[in-house]
């Protein structure tokens, strides 16, 4: 059996080893020779908006980790670990084994182990441990007396083990279900975590009936929360309330001791157990993450102690800085978490550290004097010491600043209201600068800016009769200047221009703050028709349109410029536009094609000239149009240029020219099925050309008579004995390039319908049935020859096999059984039975007997259930009162012998489940053993 909380496979291992990392923990104890001998100076009083010296500790004792997290391997167990409690004053280690049903003690000086109860075989027998027996044994829990407590999750009780190792049932029937009352007749099912408050009431995570149980000193049974999705931890804290793992959610809820449920975390993973510390702090196994997590519930925060354990299940804390956690792989860790805690909050406004144990901050609120209990753990022990805190209001009002963050939008000029406020409005608010280079402070209180950089602005007040002095208040000016450039708008010019320099400056911000002498940069939108250098002179490439920006980037405390742009027009003379044109437009192969320039705009050209290409390459002459014969793919081009002072020209080039090869198109036509084929049948015909053109033209054509659709393919029904098919192909791309091609005829050959007066007839074996019972339908065909074959079909859906007979028990009322007869002989239509319809009796009633007497007398021998013989598919189970199988049937084919493997059953009460079909409810009850 496996952990309620756990899921791993066993391992079997005979014995159980103990691996006791003896080197390192002398190591640790030469660190840490003693324990912590910590003291804080008090008492202390407090001001009100005070802020405290920090309250440091002195230890004079061995140091302190500062939760160091250091893990070590303590015990390992042959089956699945369970759960783990610790005796710290006895250096002792107890650890549920619940594949091997037993509880071990480990000596952690030693390193040795014994077992401390269970024989090892499952059961709920109490009495002294070497004869007592478990069930699954989960979590564990130790009281103040030495008590172990144990979640028996296999027997669904509460067992309690003394001291000297008496076993003993603390409250629970045995029985899985949900019952509170006196502790031999309250049930749990599946109960996991477990932990006692100072009045010894011990509580119980019931996982299966999600609530939390309380079994008091007494031994009565309470109930003291529910809706708890499938807990598995619980723990208390100091001030009685319950804090509670859902496995089933990853929520860690608080059950305050008013009784109210709340939420304080979650997204925490599978947990399986929950511990609660002196301080407060929780912590969980998450075995979703395979990690420890400590989690304070007043901060809302979670860390992770240690994030590489395999499946993390049990969990104890030995008040020492020491966690102890049972693994996944049947091992117990040991994680050293080390530090300080402290027993409660302190006043508002104050943090306590809960790795250094330093006390400091600003109290906001007063509070009474009031003692604080300390904590300091290292490996070997821990000093726990008290000090007094309180928090006064001496009288006079606090004087407390308000600086706001510097915004620099509300700059008046070079000038800046710091916009500081106080409680104290009686005294006035002064400033200093910490660089009066950067910025100064005014007679009337502004910030004087006079460069950038950064700059500490410190608030000031001074005291009265009425108002205390406040604390200073410090602010971080950043001062960024701006810059701005100046760019004249540029003139238009030519091709021709000649190179020209940019007049870009940067504008003076004013006020005496000096400009960065960042260099300006250029960038041209089109370097294709200028180009502009880093220093800012332009040169022209062509005619066209160029946006020129000027930027400059930020530098220290400058920030960058916000790019200005020109436009620079590059204007020209009248640019050819014309486009090209061909003749013919399809263009079979070695045909002269004759391309044409068509100049739109000719008559404001100057001596226009003509260059003609073919793939880049000059060919024919100064003429407006080229004739040649051209090839597949070519790309044919004219320049045309005008030729003014500055000559310009432009270009127009065909796509890339296809040109169509001479081919003769060969058409054949082929037939299927081939002949001959009976009358009425789809025929296919298929054409096909010699040469792989994609686009292909089809004409079908039926004793010389257009049919089909354009199709490479044709098919019909509906031919006549000697009807003759042919199809003509047609280029469809060039039809300058081809000529049809028309295929030679078929000659269809149709054969007449054979056994034209077959028939079949149906007959069935019975009618008005019960469900489930057997019928056998009957075909008889007559006037078909050949060899035939049968087709059943039930509601229209093919059924049964290829006979003239057809049985089934799994027809429905108002089913409709035929049969289609079919033959061998070529051209043979199949034939259709008449309908049968079925009318199908709902099954009998199931009532199955309460008691036999298997003594072999041969009488009431066998558990008898009259009818279930009418559902073949129907299932029996009978379990005993520990919910184990005992017998089990598919069709109940061989009744029950009162045995289980072939030995007779004791006298008593069986439960058994007959589960019909999945459509109908189940028939459950008791059926007794009489002899």
Excluded at 56 to 71: D, F, H, Y
Excluded at 107 to 117: E, H, I, K, Q
Excluded at 139 to 156: E, F
Excluded at 627 to 650: E, F, K, L, Q, R
Aim: net charge negative.
């Amino acid at each position: 059996m496996r952990s309620s909380c756990l899921t791993i496979t066993f391992k079997t291992i005979p014995g159980i080893i103990i691996i006791l990392w003896v080197i390192s923990q002398l190591i640790s104890f030469s660190a840490f020779a003693q324990a912590p001998n910590v003291s804080y100076s008090t008492p202390q009083t407090y001001k009100l908006h005070y802020t405290i010296v920090p309250l440091q500790p002195v230890n004079t004792g061995g140091p302190i980790p500062v939760a160091n997290n250091e893990v070590i391997t303590v015990a390992t167990t042959p089956g699945v670990t369970g759960g783990v409690a610790v005796d710290a004053a006895n250096g002792l280690l107890y650890v549920s084994d619940q594949s091997y049903n037993k509880i071990y003690k480990v000596d952690l000086a030693t390193g040795a182990s014994s077992v401390f109860a269970g024989t090892g075989a499952a059961g709920s027998t109490d009495g002294p441990g070497n004869v007592a027996t478990f069930n699954q044994p989960g979590a564990l829990l130790r009281d103040a007396a030495g008590n172990i407590y144990i979640s028996d999750q296999g027997s669904n009780i509460i067992r309690k083990i003394t001291p000297t190792g008496v076993v003993s049932t603390l409250a629970g029937s045995g029985i899985a279900g949900y019952a509170d009352g006196p502790s031999a007749s309250a049930s749990f099912k599946i109960p996991c975590g477990l932990t006692i408050d100072a009045a010894g009431n011990v509580y119980v995570a019931d996982k299966g009936n999600d609530c939390i149980r309380k079994i008091a000193p007494a031994g009565v049974v309470t109930t003291v929360a529910s809706g708890i999705a499938a807990p598995t931890g619980v723990d208390i804290d100091a001030g009685g309330n319950l804090y509670v793992s859902e496995q089933a959610t990853g929520k860690i809820k608080k059950v305050s001791v008013n009784g109210t449920i709340g939420v304080v975390a979650f997204g925490m993973g599978a947990i399986c157990e929950l511990r609660v510390d002196a301080s407060g702090y929780i912590f969980i196994s998450d075995q979703s993450s395979n990690a420890v997590k400590k989690f304070s519930p007043t901060i809302g925060a979670n860390t992770t102690l240690e994030g590489a354990i395999t499946g993390p299940v049990g969990l104890a804390i030995d008040g020492l800085g020491n966690i102890y956690v049972t693994t996944g792989d049947n091992s117990v860790l040991k994680i050293s978490i080390g530090g300080y805690t402290i027993d409660k909050a302190l006043p508002t406004g104050l943090t306590f550290d809960s790795k250094t144990g330093i006390i400091s901050g600003t109290p906001t609120e007063t509070s009474p004097l009031t003692d604080y209990s300390i904590t300091a753990y290292n490996a070997i022990g821990v000093s726990i010491t008290t000090i007094n805190l309180e928090v006064i209001d001496d009288g006079q009002q606090p004087s407390i600043i308000t600086m706001p963050p510097f915004n620099t939008n509300n700059l008046v000029g070079n000038l800046l209201d710091p916009g500081a406020t106080s409680t104290n409005t009686q005294t006035p608010i002064t400033y200093t600068s910490s660089d009066p280079s950067i910025a100064s402070i005014t007679a009337d209180g502004k910030i004087e800016i006079h460069n950038g950089g950064v700059v500490k602005i410190t608030a000031n007040q001074a005291g009265n009769a009425v108002y205390s002095p406040a604390q200073p208040v410090t602010g971080t000016l950043t001062i960024t200047i701006g810059q701005t450039l100046n760019f004249p708008a540029l003139v238009d010019r030519t091709p021709c221009s000649s190179d020209f320099e940019l007049n870009v400056t940067s504008k003076d911000p004013g006020y005496g703050i000096p400009l960065s002498n960042i260099p300006i940069t250029y960038a041209s939108s089109d370097p294709s028709v200028a180009t502009v250098s880093a220093t800012g002179m332009v040169h022209i490439l062509k005619a066209g349109t160029a946006q020129i920006t000027a930027n400059q980037a930020a530098g220290g405390f400058y920030t960058a410029a916000a790019p200005v742009t020109q436009v620079l027009h590059i204007v020209t003379d009248e640019v050819p536009s014309f486009n090209v044109s061909s003749t013919p437009n399809n263009i079979c192969e070695s045909t002269a094609v004759t391309f044409t320039a068509n100049v739109h705009n000719l008559a404001n050209l100057i001596n226009p000239s003509y260059q003609w290409q073919v793939n880049n390459n000059n060919v024919g002459t100064n003429n407006y149009q080229y004739i040649s014969a051209v090839n597949n793919g070519d790309v044919v081009t004219c320049i045309v240029t005008n030729n003014t002072s500055c000559p310009v020209s432009a270009s127009s080039a065909t796509l890339p020219i296809a040109v169509t090869p001479i081919i003769n198109l060969a058409t054949s036509v082929t037939q299927i099925p081939v002949p001959p084929v009976c009358q009425g049948a789809n025929i296919k015909f298929v054409a096909k050309t010699t040469n792989n053109i994609t686009s292909v033209n089809y004409q079908w054509q039926v004793n010389g008579i257009n049919v089909g659709t354009n199709d490479s393919t044709y098919t019909a029904n509906n031919f006549n004995d000697g009807d003759k098919i042919t199809c003509t192909a047609t280029d469809a791309v060039s039809r300058f390039c081809a000529t049809p091609s028309t295929s030679s005829p078929i000659t269809v050959n149709i054969l007449p319908p054979a056994n034209i007066n077959a028939s079949v007839m149906v007959q069935a074996s019975g009618n008005n049935v019960y469900a489930g019972t057997a019928v056998t339908f009957t075909a008889v065909v007559s006037n078909m020859t050949g060899s035939i074959s049968y087709q059943w079909q039930v509601n229209g859906k093919n059924s049964g096999s290829n006979s003239n007979s057809f049985t089934t028990t799994a027809l429905n009322n108002g089913d409709a059984v035929i049969c289609i007869a079919s033959s061998s002989v070529q051209c043979t239509v199949p034939v259709t039975s008449n309908s049968i319809t079925e009318t199908i009796l709902p099954p009998l009633q199931i009532i199955a007997p309460n008691t036999f007497t298997p003594n072999g007398d041969g009488i009431n021998d066998l558990w008898i259930i009259a009818g279930l013989n009418t559902y073949p598919n129907s299932t029996v189970t009978v379990y005993n009162r520990y919910g184990m199988r005992l017998y089990f049937s598919k069709g109940y084919i061989k009744p029950w012998d009162g045995t289980d493997n072939g030995k007779e059953l004791p006298v008593g009460t069986y439960y058994y489940i007959i589960d019909l079909d999945q459509h109908k409810p189940k028939v459950t009850g008791y059926v007794a053993i009489v002899r």
